[in-house]
């Protein structure tokens, strides 16, 4: 009898439900984003950040991933739509989860679909969501080599949020080399620096995904 590796199983099986997720964010001109990051690199704070100054007439909503709590989707809700999608201890979300997020997250079409997955650099990069694009969001607190120590996540990324830099004259990092280091594991990467105290670079962040937007509606209309 021949054996198949659970673990090629299971990523055959997400990447069926994965395909499906995708198609359908495709036929509805939704733009879905997978963010990853470490625990603690403030994408609750970005998303609220981003949440509150999204223009009025853009329909967004989040599905956040978390082992354990609903402290994220209730933080996210006294500013927009938020679902919470408890993994019981899984490191990272999956496109299953994702299907039955959406399932329970309801209301129309959406034209960004932001997927808060679970704090972790190692197991989020290797599960496809149906997303459109990867964001890996780090701080500037977590040091200056975390893209060569976890090079995987930021070859998959399509953009590099470097976050917190209202902490650098308090913290031994230099954005520079941690954008340096970026490059070196995927050239041509995009970095957008953010502080969700001060404010510095939200209007880039969301310049950013209304040319993503953009995009798929184009691929959309064709």
């Known amino acids: ?32 984003l997978n963010l990853m990051s470490s625990p603690g690199s403030g994408k609750t704070s970005l998303l609220e950040q981003t949440l509150s100054h999204m223009p009025k007439d853009m329909r967004a ?12 989707a ?10 919470q999608i408890t993994t019981g201890g899984s ?37 496809d969501l149906g997303e459109y694009a990867k964001v890996v969001i780090l701080s500037v607190t977590e040091g200056d080599d975390k893209p ?7 070859v998959r990324a399509d953009v590099m949020i470097l976050n917190k830099i209202d902490l650098l ?3 031994p990092c230099d954005a520079d080399k941690v954008i340096e280091n970026a490059h070196r594991i995927h050239p041509g990467l995009d970095v957008i620096r953010t502080s969700c105290l001060t404010g510095q670079g939200i209007d880039e962040w969301i310049a950013w995904l209304q040319g993503r937007l953009r995009e798929v509606r184009s691929r959309q209309a064709r």
Do not use: W
């Open 148 to 154: 060569l120590k976890y090079p995987t996540m930021f």
């Open 1 to 32: 009898m021949k054996r198949v590796p659970l673990k090629q199983k299971v990523l055959k099986e997400n990447d069926r439900i994965a395909a499906e997720l995708r198609a359908r964010f495709r036929e509805q001109g939704t733009l879905a």
């Open 74 to 83: 209730e933080r996210l809700r006294r500013v927009g739509s938020a679902t």
């Open 91 to 127: 490191c990272h979300l999956d496109a299953k989860m994702v299907e039955r997020g959406l399932e329970n997250q309801g209301g129309g079409p959406l034209d960004i679909l932001f997927i808060e997955n679970v704090g972790n650099l190692v197991c989020p990069a290797g599960f």
């Open 169 to 171: 004259p308090h913290v």
């Open 61 to 72: 909503a989040v599905l956040t991933g978390d082992i354990a709590t609903e402290n994220d």
